[in-house]
């Protein structure tokens, strides 16, 4: 992985940690799709977990591996814009019930609050996959600002 550029105050690891959503970009023959998704960081890629008999972006993943991949925070607010962007290549893998746990325990919290859906997903583990997202170049910006105007 190259990082090309890195302008944030925090190493990428640490941004990447927050739960926050990622946007998928794929290809068609209809031209590109945006997918606004969660993730997990690990092992330097981002892990998707998926049902692909429910979404279409595994199949495109596995006709054209191409990808790219934003993770934007944004609060007009506090005048905060920091995002990554990366390229790279992504795959459809085996589900793995642990990282799935891991990655819905960042947005949930613990597995006592979770929704009856999540939880659906391990009773059906056999439909579900991950992708993972392989970045080659990376371009990480802060582009924060003091924000000006009435309240602020």
């Not at 606004?36 to 690990?42: G, K, Q, R, S, T």
């Not at 990655?103 to 997903?121: I, T």
Request: net charge negative; glycine share 8%; with cysteine.
């Amino acid at each position: 992985m190259e990082l090309v550029e890195d302008t944030l105050a925090v190493d990428l690891d640490t941004f990447l940690a927050r739960p926050l959503f990622c946007f998928l970009a794929t290809a068609s023959s209809e031209g590109p799709r945006v997918s606004p998704l969660w993730y997990l960081w690990e092992e330097g890629a981002i892990w998707i977990a998926v049902n692909p008999e429910l979404k279409s972006y595994p199949g495109r993943i596995e006709e054209d591996p191409r990808t790219a991949l934003a993770v934007v925070d944004f609060d007009a607010s506090r005048g905060l814009v920091q995002h990554v962007g990366m390229r790279g290549e992504a795959s459809i893998e085996a589900f793995d019930p642990e990282k799935a746990t891991r990655l819905f325990g960042r947005y949930l919290g613990p597995e006592e609050r979770w929704d009856g859906r999540f939880h659906a997903v391990f009773e059906r583990s056999e439909r579900y996959r991950f992708v993972r997202f392989e970045p080659e170049t990376v371009v990480a910006r802060d582009q924060s600002y003091a924000p000006v105007g009435p309240g602020l």
